[in-house]
């Protein structure tokens, strides 16, 4: 077979460390590692240094963004315990507002409820709000949703129970989409033992039965997106090690084994890396293309990656299905390895 042409790729759910962790990943080497993986379009999370929670964080991180990234963006802003009003009227300049329910990597963690209702009530979009929620705070999130009939993305949904209760709330008619990540869909805590830190993260991951729950109820999950999140081997190896893996140079490459084992169609992979994506968010995607070769065969290796952060943890793994050339606004951006787009040739989709 030959190669096959995809439309604009999207990661809806990435963190860039920039600023405050650069050392870990800058808007620089994040939208190469993008490219890389066939992704011309990453959302990114605000839980950096400072988080993205009033218009000054914004404003430095749509700056720094502007200048260094090869693809193009959108940025997320947190919701704190007081910026309801404000991140409402910054709606406009951003990809949607991200809430933490849950400990995780960083400072955003709501856990007080008249400042969640005050998100609830207020956000206008036109993005949704992104809800990190695990257990118990996932069915919360939902009923927040429903209350105010608010629309609200659940972020990498890892559990069979998790994923049973968005199906049955969706066919009620909750106004949720979610997206899951490839990690889940592709490990189990048997690949955490293996892993160490190197196969932590949050939600951790789950059992084979929950693994194999996501894979039955594709038809609930309206994204792929890898929650793309570095840490530098010397942190993962040290006493307490921060959650996350990065995922965008393998994404597309785990998805084609799929497909070309019959578990995907490509229909599937488009619909939840480019159509849902756009819907969701309202992405103003721009003219792409990512050119695939669906029989390559080859090894993931770290020393290939283009994540500052250097590893994977899918190294080792035997995949079919590459990534060979990337256009973006009739530019050709990446071939074989290779970005060949500048710095700040990638744009802001929520410039405002
Ligand atoms: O594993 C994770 N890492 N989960 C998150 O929710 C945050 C992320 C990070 O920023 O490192
Ligand atoms: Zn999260
Ligand atoms: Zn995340």
Redesign the pocket.
């Given at each position: 077979m030959g190669t096959i042409i995809l439309p604009a790729l999207a990661d809806v759910h990435v963190?860039f460390r920039d600023p405050g962790g650069t050392h870990k990943e800058d808007f620089a080497t994040g939208t190469r590692a993008a490219l890389a993986g066939g992704i011309v379009v990453v959302l990114d999370?605000p839980?950096t240094s400072p988080p993205t929670v009033h218009e000054a964080a914004l404003q430095e991180k749509a700056r720094i963004a502007e200048e260094k990234a090869h693809c193009d963006f959108g940025l997320f802003l947190g919701a704190g315990p007081d910026n309801a009003s404000e991140a409402s009227a910054l709606g406009s300049r951003a990809a949607g507002l991200k809430m933490y329910l849950g400990h995780?990597?960083?400072p955003l963690l709501m856990n007080d409820l008249p400042a969640m209702i005050a998100h609830f009530q207020r956000w206008r979009g036109p993005g949704p709000i992104a809800i990190?929620a695990e257990g118990p705070m996932l069915a919360a999130a939902i009923a927040l949703a429903r209350a105010y009939d608010q629309p609200t993305h659940l972020c990498h949904v890892s559990r069979a129970e998790e994923i049973a209760l968005i199906r049955r709330s969706k066919a009620s008619g909750a106004p949720i989409t979610c997206e899951v990540t490839p990690h889940h869909l592709f490990l189990t805590e048997a690949d955490a033992s293996r892993l160490g830190p190197f196969g932590f993260?949050?939600p951790t991951l789950g059992t084979e039965r929950d693994r194999a729950a996501l894979w039955e109820n594709l038809d609930v999950i309206d994204c792929f997106a890898t929650?793309h999140?570095p840490?530098t081997r010397q942190e993962k190896l040290g006493e307490n090690p921060?959650?996350?893996v990065p995922g965008l140079e393998t994404i597309l490459p785990l998805l084609l084994t799929a497909v070309s084992e019959g578990r995907l169609s490509m229909q599937d992979v488009v619909q939840r890396l480019h159509h849902a994506p756009a819907h969701i968010y309202h992405l103003p995607m721009p003219a792409a293309e990512a050119e695939i070769d669906p029989d390559a065969e080859w090894e993931i290796t770290d020393e290939a990656l283009h994540t500052r952060c250097g590893w994977s943890p899918f190294a080792g793994m035997k995949v079919r299905g590459r990534v060979r050339r990337v256009w973006l606004r009739g530019t050709l951006a990446y071939e074989d390895g290779q970005v060949l787009v500048p710095a700040g040739f990638g744009r802001n989709l929520f410039a405002g």
């Open positions: 963190h999370m839980n995780t990597y960083g990190h993260m949050r929650d999140a840490h921060p959650p996350g």
